[in-house]
């Protein structure tokens, strides 16, 4: 089962900041919190992951709270290419180990012009 | 540096017939994991090849199989299709065993039992 809650569906203004939150209270401390979004019919695409700290990368921004029971994702500047189902994942980072991607239900995120 | 390929990308097949799906990772990738995605139960994990080997399967009857090759290439059989097989099956490679690496997925295969 999948370790996450997130919203079913969400709404935001094409040139505004999406926020995307993820909650997963039962989060362990080796466990890694991923994003990945799908376009209609098309393959999920890898988006961002972290741990602790808040990351960015030329897609989005992550923020996980202190005490990592929940997260955001930041898309600075929504596009109308950015409307797409985003899947928050929590899954373990283990060198040399399997750990196979639970997904959720996700967010449908609709921006609209 | 070429994405994740899957071939076909469409399929129909009948009740009770087999179908094989190839998957060609990205270069350089190890691993190779599959996932089926239906209306029903959304995207779930089918099993993960790395170095030939099956490292990690899903929930998935018996009928369900793969195999990776030396060249990380893979392939995926259903035997004895049944009309629920019907769903998108995607590839998804990454650099070494999926827990370590994000994974990248290709643009799936449309299964289509009749």
């Known amino acids: 089962d999948a370790k996450t809650t997130q919203p079913p569906s969400m709404d935001c203004a094409e040139g505004r900041a999406a926020n995307l939150p993820c909650n997963h209270s039962?989060?362990?401390?080796?466990?890694?919190v991923y994003w990945y979004r799908q376009i209609h019919s098309q393959g999920p695409q890898y988006i961002i992951h972290?741990?602790?700290n808040n990351e960015t990368n030329e897609m989005a921004s992550l923020i996980i709270t202190e005490d990592r029971k929940s997260s955001t994702l930041i898309l600075p500047h929504a596009t109308l290419r950015d409307t797409a189902v985003y899947y928050c994942?929590?899954?373990?980072?283990?060198?040399?180990?399997?750990?196979?991607?639970?997904f959720g239900k996700g967010t449908k995120l609709t921006v609209n012009p | 540096k070429a994405g994740v390929t899957q071939t076909p990308r469409y399929l129909i097949k009948t009740r009770g017939q087999q179908v094989t799906l190839s998957c060609s990772p990205i270069?350089?990738?190890?691993?190779v994991s599959w996932y089926q995605q239906t209306p029903g139960q959304g995207l779930q994990f089918l099993f993960e090849?790395?170095?030939?080997?099956?490292?990690n399967k899903g929930n998935f009857p018996g009928r369900f199989s793969g195999r990776q090759f030396s060249n990380s290439r893979s392939e995926m059989n259903v035997s004895t299709l049944e009309l629920g097989d019907s769903a998108l099956y995607l590839c998804?490679?990454?650099?070494?065993?999926?827990?370590?690496?994000?994974?990248?997925f290709g643009p799936g295969t449309r299964l289509t039992v009749t």
């Open positions: 090849y790395f170095s030939e080997t099956q490292r």
């Open positions: 039962t989060i362990s401390g080796n466990e890694y």
């Open positions: 270069s350089g990738h190890r691993s």
């Open positions: 972290g741990l602790k």
């Open positions: 994942i929590v899954r373990a980072y283990t060198q040399g180990g399997s750990e196979k991607l639970v």
């Open positions: 998804a490679s990454s650099l070494d065993l999926a827990g370590a690496y994000e994974q990248y």
